[in-house]
């Protein structure tokens, strides 16, 4: 009898323990399929999360708006909330930011006493630190330490921006206001600081680089339309609509029109991407519940009520009344696989007929502001998508605690594998040694007997 111990005990160690190994190969495979499954649905459900808050985010939802412009100097935007009308602006002024500029500022000692303020027309000032100023050590203040130390001066939080020119007159201490128009006029108050060149320097009138202007400019004609006056060169004062100037008007040019109307291919476009996100998430959910006899055809939760009741109820939710409205009153229509289509022509003639539709419809899916579809599928996903306590969440750690059990199962089950085949191997080993001194006696026998 020829055999091998090792092989042997191989055999019979795995026969011991494979009815329990093909149960945690099974397990295994199970849970890695769920945990691929529950990230495929994660991944779906934050897709489509992300490209509805993009679609019900600030700027007014489904429904857009267009602000056309005649004329050249301005640009202009309007939001779902602007109202359709025709505007006129005469710009007589820009408004502009000020700068001034300090030439050769002496180099000084350090010991300068008191602070220096920086101060704004709108009455926001800040000090300046210049005993703290000295970087490189070397006991004097240069205009470049000057400039650092007032841009790093607590309080002053981008109030005024310090820097510095090197030009064929010298050195220019440049400094910058955070804030457009007449309020944000820079002066310097040098009067804490202790006679010095850099006091005088300091406390004199510096070259005006640029003025600080309010924007000047009419809603109608120049003279006699309204006249407005303000800091900023846009203007937010028409309900969902923004203005922003880029150039002044000389006497006799035509005011600058702006037409607000309804945005017919934006809306289409926006309807559209909501019926296209909403599509790729129920191709997932589809795919991730199919049915087959082939085991490997079969969606990752094929047998799960949980994930089909997801995708149905979405199906339900989206199909709700709101304001005596649905989507299908918008030209959006589904087939049995829950897939919407768009009717554009339909979409349209509502909105013709009711420009408010699609805000009633869709809502908003703000807490605390939750409203239509929208709102309604919000609720619905927060169960599922909610950090630490949605279903997902919750699923994804059954998960994990199911694969550390299969783990240590295994680890046991590998122990008794060691266990069985050291055993085994003992005994087929001793058995082949006995083997081996029986052959060689019945040698000695078969020598006798010739």
């Not at 309204?226 to 060169?233: A, F, K, Y």
């Not at 923004?242 to 476009?269: M, N, R, Y």
């Amino acid at each position: 009898m020829d055999f091998d111990p090792t092989t042997t005990a191989t055999q019979l160690a795995t026969l011991m323990v494979q009815g329990p190994q093909q149960q945690i190969d099974r397990e295994s495979q199970l849970a890695k399929a769920t945990q691929a499954g529950l990230e495929k649905l994660r991944s779906a459900l934050s897709n489509f999360n992300t490209a509805v808050s993009g679609l019900a985010g600030a700027t007014g939802g489904l429904k857009k708006n267009a602000a056309t412009l005649t004329g050249t100097g301005a640009t202009a935007s309007a939001s779902a909330s602007a109202q359709p009308g025709s505007y006129s602006f005469f710009v007589e002024q820009l408004a502009s930011t000020h700068q001034v500029a300090f030439a050769d500022l002496p180099a000084v000692p350090v010991a300068l006493g008191g602070p220096l303020v920086v101060q704004r027309a709108d009455g926001s000032s800040f000090n300046v630190n210049l005993l703290a100023a000295d970087q490189d050590g070397d006991g004097n203040l240069s205009a470049t330490e000057i400039a650092r130390a007032i841009n790093q001066s607590p309080g002053n939080e981008g109030k005024v921006t310090a820097q510095v020119a090197n030009t064929a007159s010298g050195s220019q201490l440049i400094l910058s206001s955070g804030l457009s128009g007449a309020d944000g006029a820079i002066t310097l108050d040098a009067s804490g600081l202790p006679d010095s060149a850099l006091k005088t320097a300091l406390g004199g009138a510096p070259t005006e680089l640029a003025a600080a202007r309010n924007a000047v400019f009419w809603l109608g004609d120049q003279g006699s339309g309204l006249r407005v006056e303000q800091g900023s060169n846009s203007y937010t004062g028409i309900a969902g609509v923004d203005v922003s100037f880029t150039k002044a008007q000389t006497a006799g040019d035509a005011p600058i029109q702006l037409d607000v109307a309804a945005d017919k291919a934006g809306t289409e476009e926006s309807v559209r991407k909501f019926v296209n996100a909403y599509n790729a998430l129920q191709n997932e959910l589809n795919n991730l519940t199919k049915t087959s006899e082939d085991a490997a055809s079969r969606g990752a939760f094929s047998t799960d009520a949980g994930v089909r009741n997801l995708r149905n109820r979405l199906n339900d939710l989206i199909r709700q009344d709101f304001g005596g409205l649905r989507i299908s009153d918008l030209g959006i229509s589904s087939d049995r696989q829950g897939q919407l289509t768009l009717d554009t022509t339909r979409l349209n003639k509502t909105l013709a007929a009711n420009p408010e539709a699609l805000d009633t419809v869709f809502g908003s899916s703000a807490l605390g502001k939750r409203s239509g579809v929208f709102g309604a599928v919000a609720d619905h996903l927060d169960s599922w998508t909610k950090s630490g306590t949605g279903q997902l969440a919750r699923r994804l750690d059954n998960v994990q605690v199911q694969q550390k059990g299969l783990t240590q199962r295994q680890e046991r089950l590998d122990e008794t594998f060691d266990v069985n085949y050291q055993r085994y191997l003992l005994q087929f080993s001793q058995l082949q040694t006995v083997l081996g001194q029986m052959n060689q006696t019945s040698g000695l026998f078969s020598q006798l007997g010739a």
